[in-house]
């Protein structure tokens, strides 16, 4: 039920930044609208300044840590490795190549797709570590800790 709010909330936020991508420039004031319903004349507009939206908020580090979760979960049950991988630090990235990724596939395969709900957030400057409550359609529940860095983004960082 969370994700699903929280997807339609995304939505809501894509179609109001579409809404504003809609806008045409009159007189270089901007006016919102369909550009070709507007007439410009030269003459400035009569009413007040519209002033411009204030800039967009930067995400805090726990919005960012759990994009980065949500976003290693669904490469993996989509079974896009490369996006999989990328979510991972230099170090981690290293170790899953050739047969160990061939594990992982074979684990995904035989295990189905993974759901996880984001229970816990701890952030110690440049590192995290993220309590998961994960649900597997083959393995069940379980409640999982990873590490994670921020290395160009928050990635996943958890190397034996």
């Known amino acids: 039920m969370k994700r699903r709010i929280w997807v339609c909330a995304v939505g809501a936020v894509l179609l109001a930044g579409l809404g504003t991508s809609c806008s045409t420039t009159t007189a270089g004031r901007p006016v919102a609208g369909d550009s070709a319903a507007v007439t410009t004349t030269g003459a400035a507009p009569s009413g007040p300044a519209e002033l411009?939206?204030?800039?967009?908020?930067?995400?805090?580090?726990?919005?960012?840590?759990?994009?980065?979760?949500?976003?290693?979960?669904?490469?993996?049950?989509?079974?896009?490795?490369?996006?999989?991988?990328?979510?991972?630090?230099?170090?981690?990235?290293?170790?899953?190549?050739?047969?160990?990724?061939?594990?992982?596939?074979?684990?995904?395969?035989?295990?189905?797709?993974?759901?996880?709900?984001?229970v816990g957030v701890e952030i110690d400057g440049d590192r995290a570590t993220v309590t998961l409550d994960s649900q597997n359609e083959a393995v069940g529940r379980l409640t999982v800790t990873l590490p994670l860095e921020r290395s160009d983004g928050w990635k996943i960082c958890q190397v034996n």
């Open 52 to 118: 411009p939206p204030p800039p967009p908020t930067a995400a805090s580090d726990e919005d960012q840590i759990r994009e980065a979760i949500r976003t290693f979960q669904d490469a993996y049950n989509v079974e896009n490795w490369d996006a999989y991988r990328q979510m991972m630090c230099p170090a981690m990235r290293d170790q899953f190549t050739g047969p160990i990724m061939e594990m992982v596939k074979k684990g995904r395969t035989d295990n189905g797709l993974t759901d996880i709900a984001v």
